[in-house]
Antibody, heavy 119, light 107 residues
Framework: QVQVEESGGGVVQPGGSLRLSCAAS????????MHWVRQAPGKGLEWVAV????????VYGDSVRGRFTISKDNSKNTVFLQMNNLAVEDTALYYC????????????WGRGTPVSVSS | DIQLTQTPSTLSASVGDRVIITCRAS??????LAWYQQKPGKAPKLLVH???SLESGVPFRFSGSGSGTEFTLTISDLQPDDFATYYC?????????FGQGTRTDIK
């Protein structure tokens, strides 16, 4: 069964760091672009970052560029999101999503992992 | 960045109604628009891609149309399972932006 499962969320103070993981099963991430999309409580969807199928391209949303880093380990079939210098505005449910390359539409979603930034 | 504006933000409707949700882009995105349905506590579900292509398994009462800067998602014969929040998303260029969402509730 094709699915992704996020983990690593938690509560962190402003300025802190967290590393999210997205474990894929039923497909190989080396064949697809993998994304992080977040949703603040009661708010809409915000695309965060993408790593291309071959890892050569990493693109970030304006609000996280310079603070977040996306990476992957093909051998573990897992994608990561390193989040540094977290701010209260980063509080959200973080979804991992697989696209349907070459169309950047999000076909496979996880359940999300919650991140709360609070002092 | 390309901005997507959905109208209305909230829509009250009855079972059996025909509802139309509009998504306007701040610049032309050709047909590179998708629609998603999200229910409370769940991840979004892809309904339509390339503006009017229905995703496999999605009921035919859902349809999408439009090109350029104006798009619509139509739900004919609204069913109880359709009460949810709907988002449009453009995928012509980074960053891949979403509309702010349209919540549908029971009148």
């Amino acid at each position: 069964q094709v699915q992704v499962e996020e983990s690593g969320g938690g509560v962190v103070q402003p300025g802190g760091s967290l590393r999210l993981s997205c474990a894929a099963s039923g497909f190989r991430i080396r064949h697809y672009g993998m994304h992080w999309v977040r949703q603040a409580p009661g708010k809409g969807l915000e695309w965060v970052a993408v790593i291309s199928y071959d890892g050569s391209q990493k693109v970030y949303g304006d609000s996280v560029r310079g603070r977040f880093t996306i990476s992957k380990d093909n051998s573990k079939n897992t994608v990561f999101l390193q989040m540094n210098n977290l701010a209260v505005e980063d509080t959200a449910l973080y979804y991992c999503a697989r696209d349907r390359s070459p169309d950047i539409i999000f076909l496979v979603w996880g359940r999300g992992t919650p991140v709360s930034v609070s002092s | 960045d390309i901005q997507l504006t959905q109208t209305p933000s909230t829509l009250s409707a009855s079972v059996g109604d025909r509802v139309i949700i509009t998504c306007r882009a701040s610049q032309s995105i050709s047909k590179w628009l998708a629609w998603y349905q999200q229910k409370p506590g769940k991840a979004p579900k892809l309904l339509v891609h390339k503006a009017s292509s229905l995703e496999s398994g999605v009921p035919f009462r859902f349809s999408g149309s439009g090109s350029g800067t104006e798009f619509t998602l139509t739900i004919s014969d609204l069913q109880p399972d359709d009460f949810a929040t709907y988002y449009c998303q453009q995928y012509v260029s980074y960053p891949y932006t979403f509309g702010q969402g349209t919540r549908t509730d029971i009148k």
